[in-house]
């Protein structure tokens, strides 16, 4: 069986006393280009990208007003679950900050993080600015330009 570097040899051991299989990892796969796929997974996959693609390239009126459509509906039926997601999971977290489970050691009683807490809070900082400016630096101006969303000061739309 081949093993995955990052796995430790113990565990995989629990599971095989646990699970017994013929299975191998990576039967299935197939090497193409370099890259290891699996081949039912990635073909059929790989088949719905493209026809969806062609598709939309073929019949762009039809693809606009569809998945317009698509987005008015999801947007309607599912804002709620959207929001109340949004609010469970800060509220999840502010529950691990504050009840003992969230002071469980991750990887065991003997682990260091791999980095310090200067360390991740600087790596959340630059990500944090690299959405910021690679994303809404374009997206904000294209959108007030198009009027996807109306513009400030109620200007007019493609104009300089």
Known sequence: MSEQPHVPNKLLDELEEVYETDYELGQDNVTWLGLDL???VFMVSAVLILLFVMLSLVFPEQANSMLGAMREWLGETFAWLFLSGGNFF??????????PVGSIRLGGTDAKPDFSLFSWF??????????GLMFWSVAEPVGYFTEWFGTPLNLEGFTE
């Not at 600087?122 to 959405?131: D, E």
């Open 38 to 40: 699996h081949n039912p």
């Open 122 to 131: 600087s790596m959340l900082f630059a990500a944090g600015m690299g959405i």
């Open 90 to 99: 800060v509220l999840f977290c502010v529950a691990l900050i504050l009840l």
